[in-house]
């Protein structure tokens, strides 16, 4: 990869992450909702109260905002075996525990989603919410493929998985329509 292409890599990521939680949020009405953050993540290295990598840009966004920070990684390999081969869990776990750190601070649900090329997008989320969501679920709960690193209070699940749920499962007594 050429120098710097890495940063322009992880910049489209987040401007895809944006438009597919966007067309998530509003039922496939708006692609807009969310959108990455000027900063990308560079919020609290100036003080600011945003944590992550996507900024509100409409009344769903900005509910969704009110719940998640979400922080979006594209490498060229995530290796799960990560977390049982190296002592810290390697770099996707790090990025984890910063998130959940910073997500906690701001009273707010942490979101991972990341990218390995070649491989399908997942979705790192706290375990109870998890659990809570599937509680919701009928019979597809037992359909969905996910692993649960208990340690870490950590649950990946196939980010398209996630995006067939309800958006409501996500964000309790919110409507989906921009009417």
Known sequence: MKKGAGKSKGS??????AKQLSLWLTD??????????VLSGGWSARGANQVGDLAAN?????????????ECKHHREIDL????????GGKWLRWWGKLLDEA???????????RANRKPDMVGLRHQLVRRIWS??????????FVTFHQYNL???PLTSMLKGKI????????????
């Open 58 to 70: 409409g009344p769903m966004g900005e509910a969704f905002r009110k719940v998640f920070a979400v």
């Open 12 to 17: 489209s990521f987040e401007r895809w992450v």
């Open 104 to 114: 906690v601070i701001a009273g707010l649900e942490p979101m991972l989603i990341m």
């Open 28 to 37: 496939g009405k708006d692609a807009t909702q969310l959108i990455r953050s």
């Open 136 to 145: 919701l679920m009928e019979s597809d709960a037992d359909t969905i493929p």
């Open 81 to 88: 075996w990560d977390a049982w081969t190296i002592q810290d």
């Open 168 to 179: 409501e499962w996500f964000l309790p007594g919110v409507k989906t329509s921009l009417s």
């Open 155 to 157: 649950t990946l699940v």
